[in-house]
T-cell receptor, first 110, second 120 residues
Framework: QKEVEQNSGPLSVPEGAIASLNCTYS??????FFWYRQYSGKSPELIMF????GDKEDGRFTAQLNKASQYVSLLIRDSQPSDSATYLC??????????FGTGTRLTVIP | DTGVSQDPRHKITKRGQNVTFRCDPI?????LYWYRQTLGQGPEFLTY????????KSRLLSDRFSAERPKGSFSTLEIQRTEQGDSAMYLC??????????????????FGNGTRLTVT
């Protein structure tokens, strides 16, 4: 089984702050990287995906990928209480199978 | 809503009974995945289909589990002789794999709302 590691948290940030979520992966051949958000009792929903080294921005979200370090992160700017959820990092291997980390629970404090 | 649909949403069963779940993927998606998720864990890959062919099964999938996708559209996941350890959320996801010349593109996975199984 491919390893995808995340800090389980919980991570607490005040409203309006930047939340930083980190993920490392073991399979150096991985090509695609995804961040999903999961509210309690709900299914995961896709936030962002990134394939290339560097940064990718989408609204308040920025994904960062460093393949040499096998590291991917998600930054959430201007955090809102509605961002409180578990954030799952997922890595796709060469066979197009998606492996998830255990998730980081984020709480945004009003 | 043309997203991934799963049925039932909840299932409570007694140990030793058989259960079957259904997943209807997004209509144009040719790949269908089953995952299992327990509390505090990320989804664990179980198996996936491309069209009607089951291409991979996780070692997590014991012989009590069987999945089918007979016509390349909906899929069923059956668990025979359920055990309490089978209690989890069973998630279905679909994606689209398309050839683009010398490479292929697999769209991100889109998940259904899941079936929560409780084995008593």
């Amino acid at each position: 089984q491919k390893e995808v590691e995340q800090n389980s948290g919980p991570l607490s940030v005040p409203e309006g702050a930047i939340a930083s979520l980190n993920c490392t992966y073991s399979d150096r051949g991985s090509q695609s990287f995804f961040w999903y958000r999961q509210y309690s009792g709900k299914s995961p929903e896709l936030i962002m995906f990134i394939y290339s080294n560097g940064d990718k921005e989408d609204g308040r979200f920025t994904a960062q990928l460093n393949k040499a370090s096998q590291y991917v992160s998600l930054l959430i700017r201007d955090s809102q209480p509605s961002d409180s959820a578990t954030y799952l990092c997922a890595v796709k291997d060469g066979a197009n199978n998606l492996f998830f980390g255990t998730g980081t629970r984020l709480t945004v404090i009003p | 809503d043309t997203g991934v649909s799963q049925d039932p949403r909840h299932k409570i069963t007694k140990r030793g009974q058989n259960v079957t779940f259904r997943c209807d993927p997004i209509s144009e998606h040719n790949r269908l995945y089953w995952y299992r998720q327990t509390l505090g864990q990320g989804p664990e890959f179980l198996t996936y289909f491309q069209n009607e062919a089951q291409l991979e099964k996780s070692r997590l999938l014991s012989d009590r589990f069987s999945a089918e996708r007979p016509k390349g559209s909906f899929s069923t996941l059956e668990i025979q002789r359920t055990e309490q350890g089978d209690s989890a959320m069973y998630l279905c996801a679909s994606s689209s794999l398309r050839d683009r010349g010398s490479s292929s593109y697999n769209s991100p996975l889109h998940f259904g709302n899941g079936t929560r199984l409780t084995v008593t």
